[in-house]
């Protein structure tokens, strides 16, 4: 096991950051085809960057939102194994090295673009207005979750100095607050089944999700919208302008995406999602589908025979 500050930054939730990487593959299957070695190894180093700074913001409000909880945590079956939770930190030290790693992000972001560092501000306001309150209001706590995955494209994007694509942001908005209503769904599950287990634990929900089936609507909702939502972009002409012929081949992918979408259901309703990360790796058929995927967009997107082959299909 982790030592209890390492475990406090969260880091298998800064695989959260793969959003910022979304634009570069795409920058790099389109307007960096012909690009030199030295302009891609600068954009590279741009986004890696980006993705230290929000790894940094995301692990410093990880810190600060266990401390400001802890209470509440340690009512829950697993959130009381937490690190202030279980005593193993104080929430003085998860504060201040909240804090640090906040501050820290901030000093990154400066050294790649002004446009990212504005990213990473609003990220941050919007972090400490889901801590103060925003995270006890139903709904505006998943959109705000969301918001912050959506932010992540957004700063990918301008740290390689392209434009925003409206497709990126609604899929990614869209399959986001899926993944949010699904750790709302295993919070409460899993509280239900300890409790059905003789647990006498009295966590509740502090946004006042107590419905399963209310969730679960939600989660079918969601779910539907990103999948149609991947499925429109992908056979759009925004998409072919783009990728021409590939594009279609991100239709082709959309079984993977069912797939995974599925498994996150279906583990969020045993009570066994805690984080979407967690589940992914931790359940076969999402980690395989996911690894499939993402296989089949390098493939789409960068093999030649791969594009010959579209082009002959799909004319």
Known sequence: ??????????????????????????????????????????????????????????????????????????????????????????????????????????????????????????????????????????????????????LRAIAGALALGIAVSTWLVVVVFAFTLFLGFVKRLGDLRAADMARAQGDSTDWKPRAGYNSTEDLNWLLATTGSVTMMAYLVYSLSDHARGIFGVRATGFALLAPLVFVVIHRLYLRANSGRAESPVTVVLSDRSALAASLLFAIGVLVVLFWLPAETALGTLFK
């Not at 279980?86 to 501050?103: D, H, K, R």
Request: aromatic share 10%; net charge positive; hydrophobic share 55%.
């Open 1 to 150: 096991m982790l030592p209890a500050p390492l475990r406090l930054l969260r880091p298998g939730d800064w695989a959260k950051n793969v959003f910022v990487l979304v634009p570069l593959v795409f920058w790099l299957a389109g307007e960096g085809r012909g690009a030199q070695p030295e302009q891609i190894a600068e954009q590279l180093w741009n986004v890696a960057l980006t993705v230290i700074a929000f790894s940094m913001a995301g692990s410093g409000f990880y810190a600060v939102n266990d401390a400001l909880d802890f209470q509440e945590d340690r009512k829950h079956p697993t959130k009381r194994r937490r690190p202030v939770a279980s005593g193993a930190v104080t929430p003085q030290f998860a504060i201040t090295m909240g804090v640090a790693l906040v501050i820290g992000s901030i000093a990154v972001a400066w050294c790649v673009r002004p446009a990212v560092l504005a990213v990473i501000g609003t990220y941050i306001v919007l972090q400490v207005a889901y801590n103060a309150k925003l995270k006890r209001v139903r709904l505006l706590d998943v959109l705000t979750v969301a918001s912050g995955f959506v």
